[in-house]
Structure formats: C-alpha cells, structure tokens
C-alpha cells in the first residue's frame, strides 16, 4: 500500500477520503440555507461519494455579497501587488503539495485514469496559478501624450465581483485557469464548479486560505447549473462571468447578462476539431500516435479533442489500418485507480447513454464501424464505452458534425489541401485544428485560413501557459492561458487632470 505505481495504493487512498460537502462563504464551509443536498457519484461504480451542498439563489446571495465586501475592503483587490504574488505563489505551491489529494479526488469523482490527473491535470493547475501569480506587479496602466495643459493616466483595474462556472472534464484544471487571472488582478471571486465533479474546489478554496488568502475573496458555492449557476449568472451584483461549457450554456450565459446587469461575459465552449493528414505526411506511424492520443486521452471528454479526421485518399487505406492498431494497444478501458490505466469511465451514466446514441446514429446514417461501438464487456458496472473508430463518414453525417464529448473518431476521405480545409472549416465550432503536411506553404497557409483559435503543425495538444486557449465561431470568445487572459479580468479607467496654463 505504499508503493504509487500500484492500483491498490490508489485505492486505499480512496477509501481514506473525507469530503468537504458545503458551500466555502466568508472562509468557512456552510451547508445550504434550506439544507438541500445532491449525491455526486463515482462513474467507475456507481457508489455515491457524497452529499453536496445544493446551492440556491439564496446562497448565491450570500457568497456575492462576501464577495463584494472583500472587494471594497479593499484587503486584496488593494493589497500590495508583491503581497498578492506571494499569496498565489504559496497557493500553488499547496496545490502541488496535495498532488495526490487531487488526484485522487478528481478520479473517483469524474472517472479520469489517475496517471492523467498526476501528468496532466494537477501539473496544469498550479503552473496555472504560478504563472498567473508572476504577472501580479506586472500589468501596467498608461499615461498618454495630451496637451501639456493636462495629465491623463489609465488605469487597470479590477473588474469588482467575477463569477467563475466551470466544468467537470478537468474540474481541477479549469478552475485553476480561471482562478489564477481572475484573483490576481484582484478581483473576488464566486466559483461554481460542475455538479458532477464537486470535490476539488473545496479543497481549493481551503489552500487558498492556508496561503494567505483573505476570506471572502474566494467562495465557492455547489449545486446544479438550472439553479446555482443561473443564480450567479443573472446576479445583478456579479460584474463578469467567465464560463467554460457547452455551446448551449454558453449562449444562456449571454442571455442572463442581457436578463440583468448586462455583465460581462466569456466563454471558452465545445469543438469539433478537424485533423488533417495529406499525402505528403512526413511519418504515418507518428501522425497515427498523435490522432489516437488527440481523440482518447481524457476518454474523449476534451474540448479540443481532434475528432474529425480530415484524411487524404493516397494514405487512407493505411491510416485507417494503424490507427486502429494503435488505438487498440494503447487505450483499454479500466479502473482509473490504476496507474496501468488510459482510459476511464465516462463521467455520468446519462453521459454514456448519449455518447452511445451518437454512436447508433453512426451506424444507422451509414458510417463503417472499424473499432469499438459498445460497452466493453467486462465493464458492465461503470460507464464506460469502447474507443471507437468510424470510416466512410460523411460531412453531414450526426458524427461529423456534432460534438460527441466520447471516444469516438470520425474519419473523412479527402483529396488534397482544398477539400481538406473546406471541410475543417465547415462547421459552426472553431476551437483547435491540426495539420500533418511536409509542405511548409501548405501548412502556413492552413495556419493562415483555418477558422479556429488553437492551431498545431505536425502535433498535437502541445503548448504551453503562453498559449491562448480559446476558440473562433461558437466555440466562444474568451482565452484562457496567455497574458490576454488578464485583460478579461480587468477594465480601464481614464483619469483626466486638468493642470491648467
Ligand atoms: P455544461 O455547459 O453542461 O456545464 C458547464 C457549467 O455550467 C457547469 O458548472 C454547469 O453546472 C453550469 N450550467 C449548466 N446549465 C446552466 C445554466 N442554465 N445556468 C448556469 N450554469 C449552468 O458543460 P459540461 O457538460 O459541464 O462540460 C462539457 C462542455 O464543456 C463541452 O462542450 C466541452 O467542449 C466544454 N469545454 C470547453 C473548454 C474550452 O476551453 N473551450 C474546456 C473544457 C470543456
């Protein structure tokens, strides 16, 4: 039991677990008003985990209006920006002390394979958070040429209350990308994480206090999105929401800005990301290691997974055989406790049942099933379903066009650049897009006309936090990562002095 690489490590450590329930306000975890609660799930079982705190409007009261009192105190949003800096970098360093108090979370919460949460999505947060922490004395205002008779200065600021709603594919993650510009520019903040994968932001808003952070500033408040999430979105005493969903939530987000104080909105929502592979691909076998990873890491549930593969004729034939090949050697579902794992259970059973219907659709509009298309056999009890490979698809096929959220791949015969790219653009997504060409015209050409905010050249999922992390068309217009996340976060103020003569 002491040794990580084994699954019954992980397990012990799992059954060691004890949750914090309630809503984190002011500081202090509460329960409910009203004392409701939801049960959130372990995917790979079905076990209940917990009963949650099921937030209503009056708990969004109560966390907005800590929210806004820390603000005008002015103990963070006016706190010496080294001070801040030392906070947020002190919060990471506690989130990458309790790397294994997160992983294990995350997993038996969402189902994601525990390697995944201690490679990527741990790893992901506090960099997050340190990276955002080193910009906090770094942003600056303005003062511009005028006539000598006045001084004029901007200033940036923080924007007041923000609203933080994120979602369960990684609960860690995406709440740390939002976090980091959002308290270090020194706003307060109410996060709502995703009802399916509550756990981890209690422990967040925990660290963040043990770091030096003030209460109130960060709140978390659980519940389901229909009525915590609307709540907070239509405060009118919430000044920005910065949300991650669904194409469909992100549009209501718009609605309830509009509804009430017509706050500000951004959205980082789903995809339909092609890949293209042209004749003149430098290395099948890699291009295939890299369409498998982009497609069943994380079982499919990533916004920018590459689910559209956009292949040439000449090499069709032999991409369809590796990639399936490959897909079979390196993704067997199983229990994401263990380390030996890559791929888990999808996060719900409602979640399953609808990746499942996808795939029916796929068969039933006349797609080639090559791999996959079920409930593996042994894994009756948890949700999980096959990797899953489709040929012969075509464009306006339910599969090409929708996102499935699931580990299910799309392949679409082309022939050359020009349909290739009428194709990856043909869509009302435009998150993330690759291309596998020797051809350097060709692929600055794809970089140049692609519509979609995350572009890769003979790769995949590479980046780093410099890199802008958001989509074009409905994938949304907000950008998570990068320095430009900090202007999401902040608002200018023009202060005109009149000197006189
Ligand atoms: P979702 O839109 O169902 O839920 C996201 C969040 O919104 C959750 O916290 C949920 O409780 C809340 N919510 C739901 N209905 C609401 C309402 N009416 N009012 C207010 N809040 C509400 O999305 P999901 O199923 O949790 O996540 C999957 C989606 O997220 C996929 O489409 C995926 O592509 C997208 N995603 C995008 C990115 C990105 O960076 N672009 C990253 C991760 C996930």
Redesign the pocket.
């Known amino acids: 039991m002491t040794d990580p690489t084994t699954a019954a490590y992980w397990h012990a450590r799992a059954a060691a677990l004890k949750f914090e329930t309630g809503h984190f306000i002011d500081g202090a975890f509460v329960p409910s008003l009203d004392g409701r609660v939801f049960e959130t799930v372990n995917p790979a079982t079905g076990a209940v985990l917990a009963e949650v705190a099921a937030g209503s409007a009056a708990d969004v009261e109560r966390a907005v209006a800590s929210a806004r009192r820390a603000f005008r105190s002015g103990v963070w949003s006016r706190m010496d920006p080294r001070a801040r800096l030392a906070v947020l970098e002190k919060f990471s360093a506690l989130i990458e002390e309790n790397a294994e108090l997160f992983a294990v979370t995350d997993t038996v919460d969402m189902g994601k394979p525990i390697s995944e949460m201690l490679n990527i999505d741990v790893p992901g947060s506090y960099t997050a958070i340190k990276f955002f922490a080193e910009t906090a004395d770094k942003l600056e205002g303005a003062v511009t040429s005028t006539a000598a008779s006045a001084l004029h200065y901007i200033l940036r600021q923080p924007l007041g209350v923000v609203g933080l709603?994120?979602?369960?594919?990684?609960p860690l993650m995406?709440a740390a990308?939002k976090l980091g510009p959002a308290l270090v520019t020194g706003n307060s903040v109410v996060l709502?994480?995703?009802?399916?994968s509550p756990l981890s932001a209690a422990l967040l808003a925990k660290l963040f206090i043990e770091a030096g952070g003030p209460p109130g500033v960060l709140n978390v408040v659980q519940?389901?999105?229909?009525e915590?999430?609307?709540a907070?979105?239509l405060h009118n005493d919430v000044d920005k929401i910065g949300?991650?969903?669904?194409?469909?939530?992100?549009k209501?987000?718009m609605i309830?800005s509009g509804q009430s104080n017509l706050k500000r909105v951004t959205?980082?929502?789903?995809?339909k990301s092609p890949q293209i592979v042209l004749a003149d691909v430098e290395d099948l076998e890699t291009t295939v290691s890299y369409c498998v990873n982009a497609i069943y890491g994380n079982q499919g549930?990533?916004?920018?997974?590459g689910s559209r593969l956009l292949v040439d004729e000449s090499v069709h034939g032999d991409f369809v055989a590796l990639f399936r090949e490959k897909a079979a050697a390196g993704f067997n579902p199983g229990d994401p406790l263990d380390p030996a794992t890559t791929m888990g259970p999808l996060?719900t059973s409602q979640?399953q049942k609808k990746v499942l219907s996808m795939i029916d659709s796929g068969r039933s509009e006349g797609a080639k099933l090559e791999l996959g298309g079920g409930v593996p056999s042994a894994l009756n009890q948890g949700c999980y379903v096959e990797p899953t490979l489709f040929s012969g698809v075509s464009p306006s096929m339910t599969i090409a066009r929708e996102?499935i959220?699931g580990p299910v791949a799309s392949v679409l015969k082309v022939n050359g650049i020009e349909e290739a790219l009428s194709l990856a653009n043909n869509t009302t997504f435009g998150?993330a897009a690759s291309i596998w060409t020797r051809d350097v015209s060709t692929a600055l050409r794809f970089g140049r006309d692609i519509e979609a905010g995350i572009v890769w050249v003979n790769c995949y999922d590479h980046g780093d936090m410099t890199q802008p992390?958001?989509?074009f068309k409905q994938?949304?217009n907000g950008r998570?990562k990068c320095l430009e996340a900090l202007t999401q976060y902040t608002q200018t103020k023009s202060v005109w002095v009149n000197i006189g003569a």
Do not use: R
């Open positions: 709603i994120v979602p369960w594919n990684y995406m990308w709502k994480p995703a009802e399916q519940g389901v999105g229909e915590a999430g609307k907070l979105a949300f991650t969903g669904s194409v469909e939530v992100g209501l987000m309830y959205t980082e929502c789903g995809g549930e990533v916004c920018s997974a996060v979640h996102e959220f998150l992390w958001g989509g994938s949304g998570d």
